[in-house]
């Protein structure tokens, strides 16, 4: 059983940055691979980045590629995601996601948090 939360949304003018952070708890959370996703309203949930426990490998969404960095710190048992350059578009709810494997599939994990806005005015 693994137990989510985000924080450190907020709102922020085109080409600034934020720092989500995702704070996990349970006794399994280090075997599972850890992701962001982010939702806008009317709009399917879709892959942000994506990191492993176990390897520290990481692993990006197209349209944010270049701009945001997935980190974790074990120790902390925290995940981290740096968020720079921002765009409106950037606009929704980011949703920090733990499953069994590496994968951009929403389907496959396991446990969510309950999401952290992020604002991105022009």
């Known amino acids: 059983q693994v137990q989510l939360v985000e924080s450190g949304g907020g709102l922020v003018q085109a080409g600034g940055s934020l720092r989500l952070s995702c704070a996990a708890s349970?006794?399994?959370?280090?075997?599972?691979?850890m992701a962001w996703f982010r939702q806008a309203p009317g709009l399917e949930r879709e892959f942000v980045a994506g990191i492993s426990w176990g390897g520290g490998n990481t692993y990006y969404g197209d349209f944010v590629k270049g701009r945001f960095t997935i980190s974790r710190d074990n120790g902390k048992s925290t995940v981290y995601l740096q968020m720079n350059s921002l765009k409106p578009e950037d606009t929704a709810v980011y949703f920090c996601a733990a499953g069994p494997k590496e994968t951009i599939y929403r389907e496959y994990y396991n446990y969510w948090g309950q999401g952290t806005q992020v604002t991105v005015s022009s």
């Open positions: 349970g006794r399994t959370y280090i075997r599972n691979a």
